[in-house]
């Protein structure tokens, strides 16, 4: 069993910074892909950025040059850095991972962080 717990969501005003987190625990052999994705009510899950174990990013359109992505493989930890928060921003962030265990390989989700971004 692996679990994902991710931590910093919050309030911040427009133009704010918040940074996520999102650690891996349980019986994990390797982590391979981890990304960040976010739901908006009434919008569809839609990923924001997703690295490589290899540290290889992807980004939504929406969010380039104002999010970073980046992960700690010795403590299996992606974080989700975010610059310049707009109010389009607010949603719930959920992390998740490919991870392989002693039952194989699978994805996991965190239970979500709230962000929201006041105008």
């Known amino acids: 069993q692996v679990q994902l717990v991710e931590s910093g969501g919050g309030l911040v005003q427009a133009g704010g910074s918040l940074r996520l987190s999102c650690a891996a625990s349980?019986?994990?052999?390797?982590?391979?892909?981890m990304g960040w994705y976010r739901q908006a009510p009434g919008n569809q899950r839609e990923l924001v950025a997703a690295i490589t174990r290899g540290g290889s990013t992807n980004y939504a359109d929406s969010v380039k040059g104002r999010f970073t992505i980046s992960r700690d493989n010795a403590k299996n930890t992606v974080y989700l850095q975010m610059y310049s928060l707009k109010p389009e921003d607010t949603a719930v962030y959920s992390c998740?991972?490919?991870?392989?265990?002693?039952?194989?390989?699978?994805?996991?989700w965190g239970q979500g962080t709230q962000v929201t971004v006041s105008s």
């Open positions: 998740n991972a490919v991870v392989t265990t002693p039952r194989g390989l699978n994805t996991y």
């Open positions: 349980g019986s994990i052999f390797s982590i391979h892909g």
